[in-house]
């Protein structure tokens, strides 16, 4: 069983839409949690930490869900310029970072 | 001004060369990485610098040889490499080494190895 798992889509929503993503984590270990987002044949740029109390960014929100080990994005009001692939990463320990492989998420008009 | 730069962009190379990847980072952060991107697969970690020395090593083949000679720049030496090895290669910083500092990625050296 990978260690971060994600569903790798891809996901076709319209524009306006509300999507959610999941990703679940194996190492009850972890303590800190990010998504990043990378567009198509670029670098992943850091999109939100994920704290326990969840915290939101404009259309973005992201949640913590220790007991059944998965964190997750919300994003509303879906905007073409959000299509993108959306990577969970989970700190194993104090230092490893560890990646998932990532959900694609593609906009329509 | 781009925080991690990486040259070159893109790199075509036969089994039997040797080229170099390099990574400078404009943010004043403590720790550097290189991490191999592959097809549908995860970001694979393969070496962490902290303050120029390296803390990680991620059972890499000795092929890959990383480099830091200061906490700016960073590289990667390629010598025989394997067709397996294309990949997106993408340098990272942190502002130091644990877990809660975000990286910051540079643009990525696209490998093809033919």
């Known amino acids: 069983r990978k260690e971060v798992e994600q569903d790798p889509g891809p996901f076709n929503v319209p524009e306006g839409a509300t999507v959610a993503f999941n990703c679940t984590y194996s190492?009850?270990?972890?303590?800190?949690f990010f998504w990043y987002r990378q567009d198509c044949r670029k670098e992943p740029k850091l999109l939100m930490s994920?704290?326990?109390s969840g915290n939101e960014d404009g259309r973005f929100t992201a949640q913590l869900n220790r007991a059944s080990q998965y964190i997750s994005l919300l994003i509303r009001d879906s905007k073409l310029s959000d299509s993108a692939t959306y990577l969970c990463?989970?700190?194993?320990?104090?230092?490893?970072?560890?990646f998932g492989t990532g959900t694609r998420l593609q906009v329509f008009p | 001004e781009t925080g991690v730069t990486q040259t070159p962009r893109h790199l075509v190379m036969g089994m039997t060369n040797k080229k170099s990847l390099k990574c400078e980072q404009h943010?004043?952060?403590?720790?550097m990485y290189w991490y191999k991107q592959s097809a549908k697969k995860p970001l694979e970690l393969m070496f962490v610098?902290?303050?120029?020395?390296?803390?990680e090593n991620n059972s890499v083949p000795s092929r890959f040889s990383p480099e830091c000679p200061n906490s700016s720049h960073l590289f990667l030496h390629l010598h025989t490499l394997q067709p397996e090895d294309s990949a997106l290669y993408l340098c990272?910083?942190?502002?130091?080494?644990?877990?809660?500092?975000?990286?910051?990625f540079g643009n990525g050296t696209r490998l093809t190895v033919t």
């Open positions: 994920v704290y326990s």
């Open positions: 190492n009850s270990a972890s303590q800190s």
């Open positions: 990272a910083s942190s502002q130091d080494w644990t877990g809660g500092s975000p990286l910051h």
């Open positions: 943010l004043g952060h403590n720790a």
């Open positions: 610098y902290s303050l120029e020395e390296r803390v």
């Open positions: 990463v989970a700190v194993r320990g104090t230092d490893k970072l560890i």
